[in-house]
């Protein structure tokens, strides 16, 4: 075997938790696979693994390996894709990261036809709430409302949109509309929670002059679907992102609440570990985001792509 086949192998048969199911994934043997296995750990001098118990346990210079093969195996993949590239063609396998409300509610249909319009490509979504910083070492790029906490990361805007209140004509015809911002202490008022902590300080602006209203209501959620289902079914007033509710807007479903005060902006951010090239698959997956964003914009403080 050449070293990359050698490679491939062993992070196949780590991934797969140990040769059995290796052999599966690589349509082998397991005998096959173990006597590549055995003649890759004679070259390196060394063993690579505990096979001698029912649980498959790599040795410290089996985890080195490991990393370092799965780093060379990455940058293999991406030379070929973008030279393949240079005919026009994006190839290779995309990994991206994100939360699991937007992830769901929007990456994961961006991907799908992302893939369709791109046959050469394979996608993967990682989806998490807590930690997504740390699953940029195994994605491409991680899309997140705000800044990295790690300075050290590479961030580039992406899109920027605005939170709208809003609540469902049915909740407007029992409550009432509120008319300015300091209206909404005496409503329903449906809050989201981000890492067990409400998040019930809405902020307005109107010229120069701030709001800071702390609502109150009888249903949180840490899902922003959640929220928005509650909304729609006349539960409460709820502060959306505007390119969530903007069909709900334009249907009528959902009516935006004081309009003559800002509210605040969330940027998207695609944040990349320092120091890796940028393969064209990545560059034409964000220009895919911009592309599927843009239609929503209304005016440069609205809505929209920031290029």
């Known amino acids: 075997m050449d070293a990359i086949s050698e490679f491939a192998l062993f992070r196949t048969i780590v991934e797969e938790g140990g040769i059995s199911a290796a052999a599966l994934r690589l349509e082998s043997s397991p005998a096959a696979v173990s006597r590549r296995l055995s003649a890759l750990e004679a070259k390196l001098g ?6 001698s118990s029912r649980r498959f346990r790599l040795t410290d210079e089996g985890l080195l390996l490991y990393e370092r093969s799965r780093v060379i195996l990455e940058q293999v993949r991406d030379v070929e894709a973008e030279v393949a590239s240079l005919g026009g063609v994006a190839r290779g396998l995309l990994r991206v990261g994100a939360s699991a409300d937007f992830g769901r509610r929007h990456l994961a249909p ?4 992302f893939v369709a319009q791109h046959p050469g490509v394979e996608a993967h979504l990682v989806l998490s709430d807590i930690g997504l910083e740390n699953e940029i070492d195994h994605c491409d790029l991680v899309l997140r409302f705000g800044l990295p906490n790690d300075e050290g990361m590479v961030a580039r805007k992406v899109a920027t949109t605005r939170q709208v209140v809003c609540a469902a004509p049915s909740y407007l015809e029992r409550f009432g509309t509120p008319m300015e911002p300091a209206d909404l202490v005496s409503h329903r008022c449906l809050r989201l929670a981000r890492r067990h902590r409400l998040i019930d300080m809405w902020r307005f602006r109107r010229d120069d002059e701030v709001f ?9 959620s840490g899902d922003g679907t959640v929220l928005r289902d509650w909304a729609l079914s006349g539960q409460g007033i709820s502060w959306e992102a505007r390119w969530d509710v903007s069909a709900d807007l334009d249907d009528g479903r959902l009516v935006e609440l004081l309009p003559d005060y800002q509210s605040a902006e969330m940027d998207l951010y695609a944040v990349f570990a320092p120091g ?11 220009d895919h985001v911009s592309r599927a964003f843009g239609p929503l914009r209304k005016d440069p403080g609205k809505d929209g792509l920031s290029q």
């Open 46 to 51: 060394v063993r690579l693994a505990d096979r």
């Open 110 to 113: 961006l991907l799908s036809s």
């Open 212 to 220: 800071e209203i702390q609502v109150t209501g009888v249903l949180s």
């Open 276 to 286: 890796r090239p940028i393969p064209p698959r990545i560059r034409l997956f964000l």
